[in-house]
């Protein structure tokens, strides 16, 4: 699992052992998660789920994640490199 940004109270991470999954991220502050989804070519995200977040919450994660956008696409690539 690893991190690639902690951020805002948030830790931002990939799992390794999700299989064939499109690009995706996962967050976690305290009790609160959540998934999203990552669409590389029209610089949209999507909501996959969460447990515990509140709609200020969901958008602290929307915005750190369009802040970071292309520095995740890359970290995504390069982790999936190393993985096979």
Not at 36 to 63: L, Q
């Amino acid at each position: 699992m690893p991190t690639i940004l902690q951020i805002m109270g948030w830790r931002i991470f990939f799992y390794a052992n999700e299989g064939n999954e499109p690009i995706h991220v996962h967050g976690k502050s305290g009790d609160k998660a959540c998934k999203y989804w990552i669409d590389e070519e029209n610089f949209e995200i999507e909501e996959a789920h969460s447990y515990n977040m509140n709609n200020k919450d969901k958008r602290t994660v929307k915005k750190i994640i369009f802040q970071n956008f292309d520095y995740i696409v890359q970290e995504w690539e390069n982790f999936q490199k190393r993985i096979k």
